[in-house]
């Protein structure tokens, strides 16, 4: 569904951030990104979503790019940053009612979906509430309401956990399965390696704007020759060879 094949950028033409970097994520499939900090996840999330123009390589969804059909490209995404992005003049209800508008969404399944996932972050009584009186936990859940709204063909979420209470973390946890079972393909950047290993399918492990490790965790074991070996362990081997 998502490929991203030979993608090299970042932020100056002169000075690439990630390079020659390949990855998949198919329909119904959950990919973990992992890497250190400055490693290139969150520089390849945004050139996914077309926010950065790649030096070289080619992101396709569905065999769509940016440039041969940007709208149908960009209506398939929803995502979830890191840093919660929020209009302060508007509620939570507006939030969700202008991202609703946006994608078209009908206003049934706008009502279904809404109700529902208001009910499962806590979050029917900050309705008519602005961000400004929200906690990070709660900006946060505003912005996977949002995501989780539109049920698309590929979800993006990085590092959705920051802040977010335990109850929260098990409700996200369940719908990122759910969604995965109804064919959305997501990609999760995520420094909780436990809890990655537990949920994802494969996995992309950066390091130093090049792909490392790439696989399932089998693959990965055999490309390290470290049969048995941890997420976190092959994390910890990549880490001192690229140090070294």
Do not use: W
Not at 213 to 223: F, H, I, P, S, V
């Amino acid at each position: 569904m998502l490929e991203v094949t030979g993608l090299t950028g970042g932020y100056k033409a002169d000075v690439p951030v990630i390079k020659d970097v390949e990855l998949t994520v198919q329909a119904g499939e959950l990919v973990g990104m992992v890497g250190m900090n400055g490693a290139g996840k969150s520089t390849v999330i945004k050139h996914v979503l077309g926010l950065i123009e790649p030096l070289a390589g080619t992101v396709s969804l569905h065999g769509e790019t940016l440039a041969s059909n940007r709208a149908l490209f960009r209506s398939q995404i929803a995502y979830v940053p890191e840093t919660p992005k929020l209009y302060p003049e508007l509620t939570l209800r507006e939030h969700l009612q202008l991202t609703a508008m946006a994608y078209g969404l009908d206003e049934a399944v706008y009502e279904e979906r809404s109700e529902r996932l208001l009910q499962i972050f806590r979050m029917k009584d900050h309705l008519d509430a602005f961000p400004g009186t929200f906690s990070k936990g709660m900006q946060q859940k505003v912005m996977i309401l949002c995501a989780f709204l539109l049920q698309p063909a590929l979800l993006i979420v990085d590092e959705p956990f920051v802040g977010l209470d335990p109850l929260a973390i098990h409700a996200l946890l369940e719908l990122l399965e759910e969604m995965k079972a109804q064919g959305t393909g997501i990609l999760l950047s995520t420094h909780i390696l436990g809890m990655a290993e537990k949920y994802c399918d494969r996995f992309v492990m950066m390091s130093r704007g090049v792909v490392a490790l790439y696989g399932t965790m089998d693959e990965m074991r055999a490309q390290s020759a470290m049969p048995g070996a941890t997420l976190d362990e092959l994390f910890v081997r990549v880490v001192k060879e690229s140090s070294q």
